[in-house]
Protein backbone atom coordinates (compact mmCIF):
# COMPACT_ATOMS: atom_id res chain seq x y z
CA UNK A 1 0.00 0.00 0.00
CA UNK A 2 1.08 3.24 -0.57
CA UNK A 3 3.19 5.26 2.44
CA UNK A 4 1.61 6.52 5.00
CA UNK A 5 0.99 10.43 4.37
CA UNK A 6 2.62 12.94 6.18
CA UNK A 7 1.29 13.64 9.86
CA UNK A 8 -0.25 10.13 9.52
CA UNK A 9 -3.27 11.41 7.47
CA UNK A 10 -5.41 8.88 6.10
CA UNK A 11 -4.16 7.81 2.88
CA UNK A 12 -5.95 8.56 -0.81
CA UNK A 13 -7.46 5.29 -1.43
CA UNK A 14 -5.08 4.92 -5.16
CA UNK A 15 -1.82 6.38 -5.01
CA UNK A 16 0.23 6.18 -8.13
CA UNK A 17 3.29 4.75 -7.72
CA UNK A 18 5.45 4.40 -10.90
CA UNK A 19 2.82 3.47 -12.98
CA UNK A 20 1.40 0.70 -11.11
CA UNK A 21 -1.22 1.53 -8.50
CA UNK A 22 -2.69 -0.80 -5.80
CA UNK A 23 -6.20 -0.24 -4.54
CA UNK A 24 -7.67 -1.49 -1.31
CA UNK A 25 -10.13 -3.92 -0.96
CA UNK A 26 -13.36 -2.22 -1.36
CA UNK A 27 -17.11 -2.99 0.16
CA UNK A 28 -17.57 -3.65 -3.01
CA UNK A 29 -16.12 -6.25 -3.77
CA UNK A 30 -13.92 -5.22 -6.41
CA UNK A 31 -10.65 -6.44 -4.95
CA UNK A 32 -7.14 -5.81 -4.44
CA UNK A 33 -5.88 -5.51 -7.74
CA UNK A 34 -3.29 -3.70 -10.11
CA UNK A 35 -3.60 -1.12 -12.65
CA UNK A 36 -0.15 -1.32 -14.97
CA UNK A 37 -1.35 1.35 -16.78
CA UNK A 38 -0.87 5.33 -16.43
CA UNK A 39 -3.61 7.95 -14.94
CA UNK A 40 -5.95 8.70 -16.81
CA UNK A 41 -5.18 11.50 -19.96
CA UNK A 42 -2.31 9.50 -20.08
CA UNK A 43 -2.38 7.71 -23.21
CA UNK A 44 1.34 7.58 -25.17
CA UNK A 45 2.61 10.22 -22.51
CA UNK A 46 5.26 9.63 -20.01
CA UNK A 47 4.68 8.83 -16.51
CA UNK A 48 6.63 10.69 -13.95
CA UNK A 49 6.53 9.33 -10.26
CA UNK A 50 4.98 11.45 -7.77
CA UNK A 51 7.58 14.16 -5.78
CA UNK A 52 8.46 13.09 -2.78
CA UNK A 53 6.11 14.59 0.42
CA UNK A 54 7.97 17.22 1.78
CA UNK A 55 8.58 19.48 -1.25
CA UNK A 56 5.68 21.09 -3.02
CA UNK A 57 5.90 20.30 -6.59
CA UNK A 58 7.88 22.97 -8.20
CA UNK A 59 5.22 23.83 -10.63
CA UNK A 60 2.40 25.43 -8.66
CA UNK A 61 2.54 28.97 -7.93
CA UNK A 62 1.72 29.20 -4.08
CA UNK A 63 2.56 26.86 -1.74
CA UNK A 64 0.36 23.95 -0.91
CA UNK A 65 -1.16 22.43 1.83
CA UNK A 66 1.51 19.22 2.85
CA UNK A 67 -1.80 17.04 2.83
CA UNK A 68 -2.08 18.28 -1.12
CA UNK A 69 1.27 16.90 -2.06
CA UNK A 70 0.24 12.98 -3.04
CA UNK A 71 -1.28 13.43 -5.91
CA UNK A 72 1.76 14.95 -8.55
CA UNK A 73 0.49 12.73 -11.16
CA UNK A 74 1.45 12.88 -15.47
CA UNK A 75 1.11 16.38 -16.78
CA UNK A 76 -1.51 16.77 -19.32
CA UNK A 77 0.51 17.89 -22.67
CA UNK A 78 -0.33 20.44 -25.01
CA UNK A 79 -3.03 22.25 -23.08
CA UNK A 80 -3.11 26.22 -22.24
CA UNK A 81 -3.28 25.19 -18.70
CA UNK A 82 0.26 23.19 -19.07
CA UNK A 83 1.42 21.41 -15.89
CA UNK A 84 0.13 18.81 -13.09
CA UNK A 85 -3.15 19.52 -11.91
CA UNK A 86 -3.02 21.02 -8.51
CA UNK A 87 -4.15 18.16 -6.24
CA UNK A 88 -6.95 18.17 -3.40
CA UNK A 89 -6.96 15.45 -1.54
CA UNK A 90 -9.84 13.92 0.38
CA UNK A 91 -9.30 13.73 4.23
CA UNK A 92 -9.23 16.48 6.69
CA UNK A 93 -10.53 19.60 5.23
CA UNK A 94 -7.55 21.43 4.28
CA UNK A 95 -6.94 25.19 3.39
CA UNK A 96 -6.86 25.42 -0.32
CA UNK A 97 -4.83 28.03 -2.48
CA UNK A 98 -7.78 30.37 -3.47
CA UNK A 99 -8.08 29.03 -6.82
CA UNK A 100 -8.55 32.84 -8.57
CA UNK A 101 -4.85 32.53 -8.48
CA UNK A 102 -4.05 29.27 -9.89
CA UNK A 103 -1.22 30.49 -12.33
CA UNK A 104 -2.45 27.44 -14.85
CA UNK A 105 -6.25 28.32 -14.71
CA UNK A 106 -4.87 31.68 -15.19
CA UNK A 107 -2.62 31.24 -18.22
CA UNK A 108 -5.27 30.17 -19.98
CA UNK A 109 -8.33 32.31 -18.70
CA UNK A 110 -6.21 35.79 -19.65
CA UNK A 111 -6.19 34.77 -23.39
CA UNK A 112 -9.89 35.94 -23.36
CA UNK A 113 -9.27 39.31 -22.86
CA UNK A 114 -8.39 42.53 -25.04
CA UNK A 115 -5.48 44.51 -23.96
CA UNK A 116 -7.82 46.71 -22.56
CA UNK A 117 -9.01 44.55 -20.20
CA UNK A 118 -5.66 42.87 -19.70
CA UNK A 119 -4.58 46.32 -18.43
CA UNK A 120 -7.16 46.00 -15.85
CA UNK A 121 -6.57 43.04 -15.06
CA UNK A 122 -3.13 43.63 -14.13
CA UNK A 123 -4.22 45.73 -10.92
CA UNK A 124 -5.72 43.04 -9.35
CA UNK A 125 -3.19 41.60 -7.49
CA UNK A 126 0.31 40.34 -7.66
CA UNK A 127 -0.15 36.67 -8.82
CA UNK A 128 -2.50 38.16 -11.81
CA UNK A 129 0.07 40.73 -12.44
CA UNK A 130 2.70 38.50 -12.50
CA UNK A 131 1.44 35.79 -15.30
CA UNK A 132 0.04 38.81 -17.35
CA UNK A 133 3.23 40.64 -17.44
CA UNK A 134 4.91 37.61 -19.88
CA UNK A 135 5.07 38.98 -23.71
CA UNK A 136 2.80 36.67 -25.22
CA UNK A 137 -0.07 38.46 -23.69
CA UNK A 138 1.16 41.47 -25.60
CA UNK A 139 2.66 40.47 -28.94
CA UNK A 140 1.27 42.86 -31.64
CA UNK A 141 0.10 45.95 -29.05
CA UNK A 142 1.65 48.94 -29.00
CA UNK A 143 1.74 51.29 -26.24
CA UNK A 144 0.62 54.90 -26.56
CA UNK A 145 2.55 57.22 -23.72
CA UNK A 146 1.48 61.21 -23.58
CA UNK A 147 4.75 63.44 -23.27
CA UNK A 148 3.26 64.59 -19.32
CA UNK A 149 2.73 60.66 -18.66
CA UNK A 150 6.75 59.96 -18.86
CA UNK A 151 7.67 61.75 -15.44
CA UNK A 152 6.61 62.52 -11.57
CA UNK A 153 6.54 65.45 -9.88
CA UNK A 154 8.59 64.84 -6.68
CA UNK A 155 7.72 66.59 -3.72
CA UNK A 156 10.95 68.73 -4.03
CA UNK A 157 9.18 70.33 -7.59
CA UNK A 158 11.32 68.06 -9.72
CA UNK A 159 10.94 66.13 -12.20
CA UNK A 160 11.45 62.05 -12.35
CA UNK A 161 11.31 59.69 -15.53
CA UNK A 162 8.74 57.16 -14.32
CA UNK A 163 10.00 53.57 -14.43
CA UNK A 164 9.08 51.27 -17.68
CA UNK A 165 10.11 48.06 -16.13
CA UNK A 166 6.36 47.01 -16.52
CA UNK A 167 6.53 47.93 -19.89
CA UNK A 168 10.50 46.41 -20.30
CA UNK A 169 8.41 43.19 -18.74
CA UNK A 170 6.12 42.59 -21.06
CA UNK A 171 8.55 43.17 -24.01
CA UNK A 172 6.92 45.58 -26.39
CA UNK A 173 8.18 45.70 -29.65
CA UNK A 174 6.80 49.19 -30.68
CA UNK A 175 5.77 52.43 -28.66
CA UNK A 176 4.17 55.71 -30.06
CA UNK A 177 5.34 58.68 -28.04
CA UNK A 178 2.59 61.72 -28.04
CA UNK A 179 3.76 65.64 -27.41
CA UNK A 180 7.53 64.61 -26.79
CA UNK A 181 10.24 66.66 -26.79
CA UNK A 182 13.71 65.99 -28.04
CA UNK A 183 14.81 65.71 -24.73
CA UNK A 184 11.66 63.33 -23.81
CA UNK A 185 12.72 61.18 -26.52
CA UNK A 186 16.27 61.22 -25.01
CA UNK A 187 14.93 60.69 -21.57
CA UNK A 188 13.04 57.38 -23.14
CA UNK A 189 15.91 56.00 -24.64
CA UNK A 190 18.43 56.43 -21.85
CA UNK A 191 15.26 55.12 -18.74
CA UNK A 192 14.26 52.26 -20.79
CA UNK A 193 16.02 49.07 -20.51
CA UNK A 194 15.18 47.89 -23.60
CA UNK A 195 15.58 51.04 -25.75
CA UNK A 196 18.54 50.31 -28.01
CA UNK A 197 18.20 46.70 -29.56
CA UNK A 198 14.56 45.60 -27.85
CA UNK A 199 12.38 48.12 -29.71
CA UNK A 200 11.22 47.70 -33.53
CA UNK A 201 8.40 49.94 -33.90
CA UNK A 202 8.69 54.49 -33.07
CA UNK A 203 6.16 56.25 -33.41
CA UNK A 204 5.78 60.16 -32.56
CA UNK A 205 2.70 61.64 -33.18
CA UNK A 206 2.01 65.84 -32.77
CA UNK A 207 5.94 65.75 -31.02
CA UNK A 208 8.63 68.65 -31.89
CA UNK A 209 11.05 66.22 -32.61
CA UNK A 210 14.13 68.22 -34.46
CA UNK A 211 16.66 67.25 -37.30
CA UNK A 212 19.07 66.42 -34.60
CA UNK A 213 16.60 64.17 -32.62
CA UNK A 214 15.67 62.71 -35.36
CA UNK A 215 19.27 61.40 -35.82
CA UNK A 216 20.34 60.69 -32.18
CA UNK A 217 17.46 58.66 -31.76
CA UNK A 218 17.62 56.31 -34.66
CA UNK A 219 21.55 56.29 -33.93
CA UNK A 220 20.80 54.86 -30.33
CA UNK A 221 17.62 52.87 -31.14
CA UNK A 222 19.68 50.46 -33.61
CA UNK A 223 16.58 47.42 -33.15
CA UNK A 224 14.27 50.07 -34.96
CA UNK A 225 12.96 48.94 -38.34
CA UNK A 226 9.49 50.62 -38.16
CA UNK A 227 8.97 54.40 -38.09
CA UNK A 228 6.11 56.56 -37.60
CA UNK A 229 6.20 60.34 -38.00
CA UNK A 230 2.84 62.08 -38.10
CA UNK A 231 1.73 65.86 -36.93
CA UNK A 232 5.62 66.98 -36.48
CA UNK A 233 6.19 69.86 -38.16
CA UNK A 234 9.92 70.52 -36.50
CA UNK A 235 11.78 68.43 -38.46
CA UNK A 236 12.46 69.25 -42.13
CA UNK A 237 13.49 66.89 -44.98
CA UNK A 238 17.42 67.67 -44.28
CA UNK A 239 16.63 65.53 -41.29
CA UNK A 240 15.38 62.97 -43.68
CA UNK A 241 18.70 62.96 -45.22
CA UNK A 242 21.06 62.75 -42.18
CA UNK A 243 18.84 60.19 -40.02
CA UNK A 244 17.31 57.38 -42.34
CA UNK A 245 18.89 54.28 -41.99
CA UNK A 246 19.38 51.52 -44.40
CA UNK A 247 17.86 48.90 -42.02
CA UNK A 248 14.19 50.74 -41.93
CA UNK A 249 11.75 48.08 -44.02
CA UNK A 250 8.53 50.75 -43.06
CA UNK A 251 7.81 54.08 -43.16
CA UNK A 252 4.97 56.63 -42.57
CA UNK A 253 4.84 60.06 -42.85
CA UNK A 254 1.76 62.45 -42.58
CA UNK A 255 0.77 65.71 -41.59
CA UNK A 256 4.47 66.83 -41.32
CA UNK A 257 4.36 70.30 -42.94
CA UNK A 258 7.80 69.69 -44.10
CA UNK A 259 7.56 66.95 -46.34
CA UNK A 260 7.88 67.72 -50.43
CA UNK A 261 9.58 65.92 -52.79
CA UNK A 262 13.13 66.53 -51.57
CA UNK A 263 11.77 63.35 -48.72
CA UNK A 264 10.57 60.98 -51.10
CA UNK A 265 14.08 61.52 -52.58
CA UNK A 266 15.96 61.10 -49.12
CA UNK A 267 13.71 58.47 -48.74
CA UNK A 268 14.58 56.72 -52.55
CA UNK A 269 18.23 57.03 -51.94
CA UNK A 270 18.66 55.59 -48.26
CA UNK A 271 16.26 53.14 -47.73
CA UNK A 272 16.85 50.34 -50.45
CA UNK A 273 15.09 47.53 -47.88
CA UNK A 274 11.74 49.52 -47.55
CA UNK A 275 9.02 46.91 -48.31
CA UNK A 276 5.71 49.48 -46.84
CA UNK A 277 5.93 53.43 -47.34
CA UNK A 278 2.55 55.43 -46.31
CA UNK A 279 2.70 59.03 -47.59
CA UNK A 280 0.33 62.06 -46.74
CA UNK A 281 1.90 64.60 -47.90
CA UNK A 282 -0.35 68.03 -49.55
CA UNK A 283 2.94 69.09 -51.69
CA UNK A 284 4.37 66.16 -53.10
CA UNK A 285 4.58 65.92 -56.93
CA UNK A 286 4.25 63.81 -59.55
CA UNK A 287 8.03 63.88 -60.52
CA UNK A 288 8.94 62.32 -56.80
CA UNK A 289 7.46 59.08 -57.72
CA UNK A 290 9.89 58.24 -60.36
CA UNK A 291 13.12 58.71 -57.78
CA UNK A 292 12.16 55.27 -56.40
CA UNK A 293 15.11 52.80 -57.68
CA UNK A 294 15.44 49.36 -58.93
CA UNK A 295 16.13 48.72 -55.24
CA UNK A 296 12.81 49.66 -53.77
CA UNK A 297 11.18 47.84 -56.93
CA UNK A 298 12.47 44.78 -55.82
CA UNK A 299 11.22 45.18 -51.79
CA UNK A 300 8.44 47.66 -51.78
CA UNK A 301 5.19 46.03 -51.84
CA UNK A 302 2.70 48.75 -50.00
CA UNK A 303 2.80 52.27 -51.09
CA UNK A 304 -0.20 54.20 -49.51
CA UNK A 305 -0.52 57.91 -51.07
CA UNK A 306 -3.00 59.54 -49.17
CA UNK A 307 -4.53 62.63 -49.67
CA UNK A 308 -1.60 63.54 -52.24
CA UNK A 309 -3.72 66.48 -53.58
CA UNK A 310 -0.84 67.18 -56.11
CA UNK A 311 -0.70 63.79 -57.97
CA UNK A 312 -2.42 63.38 -61.03
CA UNK A 313 -2.27 60.13 -63.56
CA UNK A 314 1.33 61.27 -64.80
CA UNK A 315 2.38 59.93 -60.80
CA UNK A 316 0.73 57.00 -61.13
CA UNK A 317 2.37 56.24 -64.64
CA UNK A 318 5.84 56.74 -62.32
CA UNK A 319 4.36 54.05 -59.62
CA UNK A 320 3.45 51.68 -61.93
CA UNK A 321 6.82 51.20 -63.44
CA UNK A 322 9.26 52.20 -60.52
CA UNK A 323 7.30 49.92 -58.14
CA UNK A 324 5.95 47.25 -60.51
CA UNK A 325 5.95 44.39 -57.69
CA UNK A 326 3.10 46.53 -55.32
CA UNK A 327 0.79 44.25 -54.07
CA UNK A 328 -0.94 46.89 -51.90
CA UNK A 329 -1.66 50.64 -53.56
CA UNK A 330 -4.14 53.21 -51.86
CA UNK A 331 -5.13 56.44 -54.13
CA UNK A 332 -6.97 57.07 -51.26
CA UNK A 333 -8.05 61.66 -51.44
CA UNK A 334 -5.27 61.77 -54.47
CA UNK A 335 -8.50 63.40 -56.00
CA UNK A 336 -6.50 64.42 -59.40
CA UNK A 337 -6.38 60.75 -60.28
CA UNK A 338 -9.40 59.44 -63.03
CA UNK A 339 -10.18 56.46 -64.36
CA UNK A 340 -7.30 56.31 -67.18
CA UNK A 341 -5.32 56.29 -63.83
CA UNK A 342 -7.13 53.08 -62.53
CA UNK A 343 -6.35 51.63 -66.03
CA UNK A 344 -2.63 52.31 -66.11
CA UNK A 345 -2.64 50.15 -62.80
CA UNK A 346 -4.76 47.72 -63.99
CA UNK A 347 -2.79 46.71 -66.54
CA UNK A 348 0.62 47.29 -64.96
CA UNK A 349 0.35 46.07 -61.23
CA UNK A 350 -0.59 42.73 -62.14
CA UNK A 351 0.21 41.59 -58.43
CA UNK A 352 -2.16 43.62 -56.44
CA UNK A 353 -4.52 42.28 -53.76
CA UNK A 354 -5.28 45.11 -52.37
CA UNK A 355 -6.51 48.72 -53.95
CA UNK A 356 -7.71 51.84 -52.32
CA UNK A 357 -9.55 54.36 -54.54
CA UNK A 358 -11.40 56.09 -51.67
CA UNK A 359 -12.53 59.69 -52.01
CA UNK A 360 -11.63 59.99 -55.70
CA UNK A 361 -14.05 61.62 -57.02
CA UNK A 362 -13.40 61.22 -60.40
CA UNK A 363 -13.26 57.41 -60.68
CA UNK A 364 -16.53 56.03 -62.59
CA UNK A 365 -17.84 52.81 -63.79
CA UNK A 366 -15.02 52.69 -66.07
CA UNK A 367 -12.31 52.39 -63.39
CA UNK A 368 -14.52 49.16 -62.20
CA UNK A 369 -14.28 47.75 -65.49
CA UNK A 370 -9.96 47.91 -65.72
CA UNK A 371 -10.03 46.50 -62.21
CA UNK A 372 -12.37 43.61 -62.87
CA UNK A 373 -10.55 43.19 -66.21
CA UNK A 374 -7.17 42.89 -65.12
CA UNK A 375 -6.53 42.28 -61.40
CA UNK A 376 -7.19 38.96 -60.96
CA UNK A 377 -5.80 38.45 -57.32
CA UNK A 378 -7.77 41.42 -56.06
CA UNK A 379 -8.75 40.48 -52.77
CA UNK A 380 -9.58 43.80 -51.57
CA UNK A 381 -11.10 46.43 -53.00
CA UNK A 382 -11.81 50.14 -51.07
CA UNK A 383 -14.68 52.73 -53.05
CA UNK A 384 -15.36 54.57 -50.10
CA UNK A 385 -17.30 58.08 -51.42
CA UNK A 386 -16.68 57.30 -54.69
CA UNK A 387 -19.55 58.91 -55.29
CA UNK A 388 -19.73 58.24 -59.29
CA UNK A 389 -19.86 54.21 -59.28
CA UNK A 390 -23.19 52.91 -60.14
CA UNK A 391 -25.10 49.74 -60.63
CA UNK A 392 -23.19 48.96 -63.70
CA UNK A 393 -19.80 49.31 -62.02
CA UNK A 394 -21.25 46.61 -59.25
CA UNK A 395 -21.72 43.98 -62.38
CA UNK A 396 -18.38 44.44 -62.86
CA UNK A 397 -17.18 43.96 -59.45
CA UNK A 398 -19.97 40.62 -59.30
CA UNK A 399 -17.07 38.67 -61.99
CA UNK A 400 -14.18 39.20 -59.05
CA UNK A 401 -14.42 35.85 -57.64
CA UNK A 402 -11.01 36.80 -55.76
CA UNK A 403 -12.28 39.56 -53.98
CA UNK A 404 -13.21 39.22 -49.99
CA UNK A 405 -13.56 42.76 -48.79
CA UNK A 406 -15.27 45.36 -50.55
CA UNK A 407 -15.97 49.04 -49.33
CA UNK A 408 -18.90 51.07 -50.34
CA UNK A 409 -19.71 53.31 -47.41
CA UNK A 410 -20.90 55.98 -48.21
CA UNK A 411 -21.67 56.05 -52.31
CA UNK A 412 -24.36 57.78 -52.42
CA UNK A 413 -25.21 61.13 -53.88
CA UNK A 414 -26.97 63.79 -51.95
CA UNK A 415 -29.78 64.61 -54.83
CA UNK A 416 -29.59 68.17 -55.95
CA UNK A 417 -33.49 68.51 -55.95
CA UNK A 418 -35.69 67.06 -53.64
CA UNK A 419 -38.77 65.73 -54.39
CA UNK A 420 -41.14 68.62 -53.01
CA UNK A 421 -42.11 67.65 -49.37
CA UNK A 422 -39.31 64.76 -48.83
CA UNK A 423 -36.31 65.91 -47.22
CA UNK A 424 -32.95 63.96 -48.99
CA UNK A 425 -32.58 61.55 -46.10
CA UNK A 426 -30.94 58.86 -46.71
CA UNK A 427 -33.05 56.06 -47.42
CA UNK A 428 -35.68 58.41 -48.51
CA UNK A 429 -37.49 57.39 -51.76
CA UNK A 430 -36.65 60.73 -52.84
CA UNK A 431 -32.69 60.46 -52.89
CA UNK A 432 -31.50 58.94 -56.23
CA UNK A 433 -29.06 56.44 -55.11
CA UNK A 434 -26.42 55.46 -57.55
CA UNK A 435 -26.30 51.89 -56.18
CA UNK A 436 -29.98 50.05 -55.74
CA UNK A 437 -30.89 47.13 -53.90
CA UNK A 438 -30.46 44.89 -57.54
CA UNK A 439 -27.39 46.34 -58.35
CA UNK A 440 -25.77 45.06 -54.41
CA UNK A 441 -28.14 41.82 -54.57
CA UNK A 442 -25.64 41.03 -57.89
CA UNK A 443 -22.74 40.84 -55.33
CA UNK A 444 -23.55 37.54 -54.19
CA UNK A 445 -21.67 36.21 -57.23
CA UNK A 446 -18.25 36.96 -54.61
CA UNK A 447 -18.48 33.03 -52.90
CA UNK A 448 -14.94 34.53 -51.38
CA UNK A 449 -16.57 37.56 -49.95
CA UNK A 450 -15.50 37.91 -46.20
CA UNK A 451 -16.62 41.61 -45.46
CA UNK A 452 -19.03 43.72 -47.05
CA UNK A 453 -19.37 47.45 -45.80
CA UNK A 454 -22.46 49.55 -47.18
CA UNK A 455 -22.29 52.55 -44.28
CA UNK A 456 -24.94 55.32 -45.96
CA UNK A 457 -25.72 53.21 -48.96
CA UNK A 458 -29.35 53.99 -49.51
CA UNK A 459 -29.74 51.00 -51.52
CA UNK A 460 -28.55 48.27 -48.52
CA UNK A 461 -32.17 47.99 -47.02
CA UNK A 462 -32.96 45.51 -44.63
CA UNK A 463 -34.19 42.21 -46.79
CA UNK A 464 -30.72 43.07 -49.02
CA UNK A 465 -29.03 42.16 -45.73
CA UNK A 466 -31.66 39.02 -45.73
CA UNK A 467 -30.46 37.93 -48.96
CA UNK A 468 -26.62 37.99 -48.63
CA UNK A 469 -27.14 35.98 -45.01
CA UNK A 470 -28.51 33.44 -47.12
CA UNK A 471 -26.47 33.67 -50.08
CA UNK A 472 -23.67 34.46 -48.58
CA UNK A 473 -23.61 33.16 -44.95
CA UNK A 474 -19.84 33.09 -44.42
CA UNK A 475 -19.83 37.26 -45.75
CA UNK A 476 -19.59 39.85 -42.29
CA UNK A 477 -22.07 42.45 -44.21
CA UNK A 478 -21.81 46.11 -42.30
CA UNK A 479 -24.61 48.78 -42.36
CA UNK B 1 -19.92 6.89 -33.54
CA UNK B 2 -18.46 3.63 -32.09
CA UNK B 3 -19.41 2.78 -29.02
CA UNK B 4 -17.31 2.57 -26.25
CA UNK B 5 -16.64 -0.53 -24.41
CA UNK B 6 -17.94 0.36 -20.61
CA UNK B 7 -15.35 1.69 -18.45
CA UNK B 8 -15.16 2.24 -14.61
CA UNK B 9 -13.55 5.50 -13.31
CA UNK B 10 -12.66 6.11 -9.65
CA UNK B 11 -12.52 9.27 -8.25
CA UNK B 12 -10.94 10.91 -5.28
CA UNK B 13 -12.88 9.32 -2.27
CA UNK B 14 -13.34 6.17 -3.77
CA UNK B 15 -16.90 6.29 -5.22
CA UNK B 16 -16.37 4.35 -8.65
CA UNK B 17 -18.42 5.17 -11.97
CA UNK B 18 -19.63 3.28 -14.82
CA UNK B 19 -19.06 5.25 -18.16
CA UNK B 20 -19.86 4.73 -21.61
CA UNK B 21 -20.11 7.73 -23.11
CA UNK B 22 -16.74 8.68 -25.26
CA UNK B 23 -14.46 10.43 -22.87
CA UNK B 24 -10.84 10.81 -25.13
CA UNK B 25 -7.72 9.73 -24.13
CA UNK B 26 -8.50 8.01 -21.04
CA UNK B 27 -5.65 5.61 -21.88
CA UNK B 28 -7.85 2.72 -22.43
CA UNK B 29 -7.81 -0.56 -24.99
CA UNK B 30 -9.00 -3.28 -25.05
CA UNK B 31 -7.11 -5.40 -22.54
CA UNK B 32 -10.45 -6.34 -21.49
CA UNK B 33 -8.72 -4.57 -18.39
CA UNK B 34 -12.26 -4.19 -16.00
CA UNK B 35 -10.25 -2.36 -13.12
CA UNK B 36 -11.16 0.90 -12.32
CA UNK B 37 -8.89 3.82 -13.50
CA UNK B 38 -8.36 5.77 -10.45
CA UNK B 39 -8.98 9.79 -11.22
CA UNK B 40 -7.58 10.79 -7.62
CA UNK B 41 -7.53 14.61 -8.75
CA UNK B 42 -11.16 14.21 -9.35
CA UNK B 43 -14.43 14.42 -6.80
CA UNK B 44 -17.04 12.70 -7.18
CA UNK B 45 -19.40 15.52 -7.35
CA UNK B 46 -17.33 17.32 -10.02
CA UNK B 47 -17.26 14.10 -12.17
CA UNK B 48 -20.56 13.55 -12.17
CA UNK B 49 -20.92 16.82 -13.91
CA UNK B 50 -18.35 16.25 -16.13
CA UNK B 51 -20.21 12.99 -17.24
CA UNK B 52 -22.78 15.37 -17.42
CA UNK B 53 -21.10 17.67 -19.57
CA UNK B 54 -20.18 14.63 -21.96
CA UNK B 55 -23.31 13.06 -22.53
CA UNK B 56 -25.03 16.01 -23.74
CA UNK B 57 -21.97 16.36 -25.99
CA UNK B 58 -21.12 13.03 -26.70
CA UNK B 59 -22.57 13.66 -30.81
CA UNK B 60 -20.70 16.91 -31.00
CA UNK B 61 -17.94 17.38 -33.51
CA UNK B 62 -14.57 17.04 -32.65
CA UNK B 63 -13.34 20.59 -31.59
CA UNK B 64 -11.14 22.15 -34.17
CA UNK B 65 -7.24 22.66 -33.57
CA UNK B 66 -7.01 25.93 -32.96
CA UNK B 67 -4.54 28.09 -32.07
CA UNK B 68 -3.80 27.63 -28.52
CA UNK B 69 -2.29 30.97 -27.66
CA UNK B 70 -4.36 33.18 -29.67
CA UNK B 71 -7.19 35.80 -28.74
CA UNK B 72 -10.50 33.99 -28.24
CA UNK B 73 -14.11 34.98 -28.03
CA UNK B 74 -16.54 34.25 -25.21
CA UNK B 75 -19.90 35.68 -26.55
CA UNK B 76 -20.36 31.80 -28.03
CA UNK B 77 -21.25 29.70 -25.36
CA UNK B 78 -24.31 27.79 -26.04
CA UNK B 79 -27.38 27.65 -23.91
CA UNK B 80 -27.27 24.41 -22.10
CA UNK B 81 -23.79 25.04 -21.26
CA UNK B 82 -24.80 28.33 -20.06
CA UNK B 83 -28.04 27.05 -17.68
CA UNK B 84 -25.21 23.95 -17.08
CA UNK B 85 -22.65 26.06 -15.46
CA UNK B 86 -24.92 28.39 -13.23
CA UNK B 87 -22.80 27.32 -10.26
CA UNK B 88 -20.90 28.11 -7.43
CA UNK B 89 -17.49 29.74 -7.73
CA UNK B 90 -16.07 26.76 -6.46
CA UNK B 91 -17.29 24.14 -8.26
CA UNK B 92 -16.56 26.65 -11.62
CA UNK B 93 -12.92 26.43 -11.09
CA UNK B 94 -12.48 22.71 -9.85
CA UNK B 95 -14.55 21.83 -13.67
CA UNK B 96 -11.55 23.54 -15.14
CA UNK B 97 -9.44 21.48 -13.22
CA UNK B 98 -10.59 18.52 -14.42
CA UNK B 99 -11.39 19.62 -17.79
CA UNK B 100 -7.68 20.67 -17.82
CA UNK B 101 -6.44 17.05 -16.28
CA UNK B 102 -8.99 14.93 -17.90
CA UNK B 103 -8.20 16.32 -21.67
CA UNK B 104 -11.67 17.71 -22.65
CA UNK B 105 -10.60 20.67 -24.60
CA UNK B 106 -14.61 21.45 -25.24
CA UNK B 107 -15.48 21.23 -21.41
CA UNK B 108 -12.17 23.61 -20.98
CA UNK B 109 -13.62 25.89 -23.32
CA UNK B 110 -16.86 26.64 -22.15
CA UNK B 111 -15.69 26.81 -18.62
CA UNK B 112 -13.09 29.04 -19.27
CA UNK B 113 -15.20 30.98 -20.89
CA UNK B 114 -17.67 31.24 -18.04
CA UNK B 115 -15.50 32.45 -15.73
CA UNK B 116 -13.99 35.40 -18.28
CA UNK B 117 -17.40 36.59 -18.44
CA UNK B 118 -17.64 36.57 -14.57
CA UNK B 119 -14.37 38.67 -14.48
CA UNK B 120 -15.93 42.33 -15.50
CA UNK B 121 -15.40 45.76 -14.01
CA UNK B 122 -12.74 47.20 -12.19
CA UNK B 123 -10.04 45.79 -10.39
CA UNK B 124 -11.55 46.10 -6.96
CA UNK B 125 -14.31 45.06 -8.22
CA UNK B 126 -12.73 41.41 -9.34
CA UNK B 127 -10.99 41.14 -6.39
CA UNK B 128 -14.16 41.49 -4.43
CA UNK B 129 -15.65 38.77 -6.22
CA UNK B 130 -13.49 36.10 -6.37
CA UNK B 131 -11.91 36.75 -2.97
CA UNK B 132 -8.95 37.96 -3.67
CA UNK B 133 -6.02 39.80 -1.55
CA UNK B 134 -4.84 42.88 -3.14
CA UNK B 135 -1.53 42.25 -2.03
CA UNK B 136 -0.01 45.44 -3.39
CA UNK B 137 1.39 48.36 -1.15
CA UNK B 138 0.37 51.54 -1.43
CA UNK B 139 3.11 52.60 -3.81
CA UNK B 140 3.18 49.53 -5.77
CA UNK B 141 -0.59 50.01 -6.51
CA UNK B 142 -0.11 53.51 -8.31
CA UNK B 143 3.05 52.37 -10.15
CA UNK B 144 0.68 49.30 -11.79
CA UNK B 145 -1.94 51.72 -12.05
CA UNK B 146 0.07 53.74 -14.27
CA UNK B 147 1.92 51.64 -16.44
CA UNK B 148 -1.41 50.49 -17.39
CA UNK B 149 -3.06 53.72 -18.59
CA UNK B 150 -1.96 53.46 -22.11
CA UNK B 151 -4.41 51.33 -23.45
CA UNK B 152 -7.25 53.87 -22.11
CA UNK B 153 -6.55 56.07 -24.99
CA UNK B 154 -6.06 54.52 -29.03
Known amino acids: ?479 | MQTMPSIKLQCSNGEIFGVDTMLEDLGMDDEGDNDPVPLPNVKAAIFKKVIQWCTHHKHDPPPPTDDENKEKWTDDIPVWDQEFLKVDQGILFELILAANYLDIKGLLDVTCKTVVNMIKGKSEEICKSFNIKIDFTEEEEVQVCKENQWCEEK
Open chain 1, 1 to 479: MSSPGVDGDPKPPCLPRNGLLKLPGQPNGLGAASITKGTPAAKNRPCQPPPPPTLPPPSLASPLPRAALAGGLCPPPGLPLGGPASAPVPGPPVERPPLATDEKILNGLFWYFSACEKCVLAQVCKAWRRVLYQPKFWAGLTPVLHAKELYNVLPSGEKEFVNLQGFAARGFEGFCLVGVSDLDICEFIDNYALSKKGVKAMSLKRSTITDAGLEVMLEQMQGVVRLELSGCNDFTEAGLWSSLSARITSLSVSDCINVADDAIAAISQLLPNLAELSLQAYHVTDTALAYFTARQGHSTHTLRLLSCWEITNHGVVNVVHSLPNLTALSLSGCSKVTDDGVELVAENLRKLRSLDLSWCPRITDMALEYVACDLHRLEELVLDRCVRITDTGLSYLSTMSSLRSLYLRWCCQVPAFPALGLSPAVGSPAGCPLLTTTGLSGLVQLQELEELELTNCPGATPELFKYFSQHLPRCLVIE
